[in-house]
């Protein structure tokens, strides 16, 4: 059973920063594919970020690329995304996802894990 936990989660002013936390556990994830996505109310979960976790390629969304970076820490088995410059319309529950699918990140169906989401509220 693989297990993902989020943490760093809050209330931020815009144009602020926050780091986002994802701890896994249950499986040796070198060679997973680690993502973020998001969900605000009444909208459907989209792609924010993702990393494949032994090349370290990273892939992010138009919306945040330039302002989040994701990264992993292989010896801790935990996925991180800073988020800066943070606006409005990134307020969401923010999830961790793992897949040891060869598919494309960018889509949730292809995660095969998800954390209970981390909420994250930028305030104008």
């Known amino acids: 059973q693989v297990q993902l936990v989020e943490s760093g989660g809050g209330l931020v002013q815009a144009g602020g920063s926050l780091r986002l936390s994802c701890a896994a556990s249950?499986?040796?994830?070198?060679?997973?594919?680690m993502g973020w996505f998001r969900q605000a109310p009444g909208k459907e979960r989209e792609f924010v970020a993702a990393i494949i976790w032994s090349a370290g390629n990273t892939y992010y969304a138009g919306s945040v690329k330039g302002r989040f970076t994701i990264s992993r820490d292989n010896a801790k088995n935990a996925v991180y995304l800073q988020m800066n410059s943070l606006k409005p319309e990134d307020t969401a529950v923010y999830y961790c996802a793992a897949t040891s699918r060869a598919a494309l990140v960018i889509m949730a169906k292809n995660y095969d894990y998800w954390g209970q989401g981390t909420q994250v509220t930028v305030s104008s």
């Open positions: 249950g499986r040796t994830f070198s060679s997973y594919r």
